[in-house]
């Protein structure tokens, strides 16, 4: 955690903490079903973050397609009553498919670039923000990254320029966003950093902040109940969030 900046975010937590537990009531032990199921599209959706909001989205009652390539491990979401299409995000015309006959109220990205591509976000933003409005989407919610773009120059002491190839992932990262939020989309991005390793349960106490400068851990429970928090939710449009778990230790152990 950047301890230069507690103080500050401390500041900014209150109101979005009233945020989060609304989310942690929503999830109970009785699933809330949504007044009118919204047709949400979940960009890896078969990974360890994507799989947990998926959960969320059926609980929740709302319909959830994921877009997958056609080698994805689909076993995470094993038994969950949701659609299929099939793609590669580095392939644009798939992503078109993604929405062809087939109405999208919501987008959620939960991918991870595995090959250090450094165009990765700037490649598959472009096609995806661009099908999601043609398709009139009404929310955009990505999973983001601190440090993505502008906001490395945050953190000047963590060494990440020693890091062959981050700073350039996250100028990636800072393009991919850039895109989201030229789109004249609805957006939410919410930028983690070193997350938990898989199978860390819930904490209940992550909330979102619109602290920039902060830094700290997060599970990935925590973070898909955040994400799917925000969904139809009007507090988080427009809005940059990093996330807060002052119950976890930094850094996390290793994945
Ligand atoms: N792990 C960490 O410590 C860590 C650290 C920082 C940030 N994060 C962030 O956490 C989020 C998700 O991470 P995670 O660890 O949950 O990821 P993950 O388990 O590796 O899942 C990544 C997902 O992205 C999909 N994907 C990757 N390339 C794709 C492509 N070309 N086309 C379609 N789908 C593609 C994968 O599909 P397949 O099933 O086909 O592989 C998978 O569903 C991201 O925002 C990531 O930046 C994680």
């Not at 537990?21 to 949504?34: D, I, L, N, Q, Y």
């Not at 994400?227 to 002052?246: F, I, Q």
Request: with cysteine; aromatic share 6%; charged share 20%.
């Amino acid at each position: 955690m950047n301890h230069l900046t507690t103080a500050v975010a401390t500041l900014l937590v209150p109101p979005l903490l009233a945020l989060a537990s609304s989310a942690r009531a929503a999830e109970g032990s009785t699933p809330v079903a949504a007044a009118k199921p919204r047709e949400v599209l979940v960009l890896g959706g078969t990974g360890a973050l994507g799989a947990e909001i998926v959960r969320r989205l059926v609980a929740r009652g709302e319909h959830v397609t994921v877009f997958a390539r056609p080698a994805s491990d689909r076993s995470r979401l094993d038994g969950l009553p949701v659609s299929w299409v099939v793609g590669d995000l580095m392939n644009p015309p798939d992503i078109e498919n993604a929405f062809r006959g087939r109405p999208v109220d919501v987008v959620i990205t939960a991918v991870r670039v595995e090959d250090r591509d450094i165009h990765f976000y700037e490649k598959f933003m472009k096609p995806l923000t661009a099908a999601a409005h043609a398709a009139g989407v009404a929310q955009f919610i990505h999973s983001g990254a601190v440090g993505a773009g502008a906001n490395a120059a945050k953190f000047p002491s963590l060494g990440w320029e020693k890091v062959p190839g981050l700073l350039d992932r996250f100028k990636d990262q800072g393009v991919g966003e850039d895109i989201l939020r030229a789109s004249g989309l609805t957006y939410t991005i919410i930028r983690n950093s070193r997350v938990w390793p898989d199978g860390t349960p819930a904490t209940g106490k992550a909330a979102l902040v619109e602290d920039d400068s902060y830094i700290g851990p997060v599970a990935r429970p925590d973070l898909a109940e955040l994400t799917v928090s925000c969904l139809g939710n009007a507090a988080c449009y427009g809005k940059t969030y990093h996330v807060r778990d002052d119950s976890l230790t930094w850094p996390p152990p290793r994945n």
